[in-house]
């Protein structure tokens, strides 16, 4: 059971914008940064947003994220079928002092 | 080139020991925070531990805690997992990653399989 909780699929036609959030605490997104990494099938996690809501170069500026309160969430606008891949959202949790992932969102393009 | 590179990964039998290494290039690594993640088979990721630059600060998720070591050598570029008295449940690809200034990983490897079983 993760701490950080994300719904374990979401979907969209090309074109759409998609959401995905992530939910936790004052333990950890509400009092930490929140990061989100993508994980195409077979492959190693890559860093999609740092620091709630930057994007690293070489992110399209279709991927954005955005923190309120103890929650936070991935927006993807004008869905690719490239864009098929496991989300995970990721906050420090000053309690367990330790780094705590999402149970990841698996997206898929109709 | 920028990267890390793990290895050593393996089949080890359920109370066994295993020693993962992660090379690091083109950057300072004595720099930087470093961190181990996980995943196992069809799983989600899972932090495990962490190190800070001269190695003198540590943190572990408390699933490892007593049987994993991380450790480094600044001097090799070098980052390592001692892993003792495996579990079943330890099976995953295990991931060396670079942190940025916030503590948080942004540069990971490709991965190295750790498969406990008899």
């Known amino acids: 059971q993760s701490v950080l909780t994300q719904p374990p699929s979401a979907s969209g036609t090309p074109g759409q914008r998609v959401t995905i959030s992530c939910s936790g605490s004052?333990?950890?997104?509400?009092?930490?940064?929140v990061y989100w990494y993508r994980q195409l099938p077979g492959t190693a996690p890559k860093l999609l947003i740092y620091?709630?809501?930057q994007r690293p170069s070489g992110v399209p500026d279709r991927f954005s994220g955005s923190k309120s309160g103890t929650s936070a969430s991935l927006a993807i606008s004008g869905l690719r079928s490239e864009d098929e891949a496991d989300y995970y959202c990721a906050a420090w949790d000053d309690s367990l002092s330790g780094l705590e992932f999402g149970g990841g969102t698996k997206l898929t393009v109709l | 080139e920028v990267q890390v590179v793990e290895s050593g990964g393996g089949l080890v039998q359920p109370g066994g020991s295993l020693r993962l290494s992660c090379a690091a290039s083109?950057?300072?690594?004595?720099?930087?925070?470093m961190n181990w993640v996980r995943q196992a088979p069809g799983k989600g990721l899972e932090w495990v531990a962490n190190i800070n630059q001269d190695g003198s600060e540590k943190y572990y998720v408390d699933s490892v805690k007593g049987r994993f070591t991380i450790s480094r050598d600044n001097a090799k570029n070098s980052l390592s997992l001692q892993m003792n008295s495996l579990r079943a449940e330890d099976t995953a690809i295990y991931y060396c990653?670079?942190?940025?200034?916030?503590?948080?990983?942004?540069?990971w490897g490709q991965g190295t399989m750790v498969t406990v079983s008899s």
């Open positions: 620091r709630n809501n």
């Open positions: 990653a670079r942190s940025d200034s916030s503590n948080y990983p942004t540069l």
């Open positions: 004052s333990s950890n997104i509400g009092n930490n940064y």
């Open positions: 083109g950057f300072i690594f004595s720099s930087y925070w």
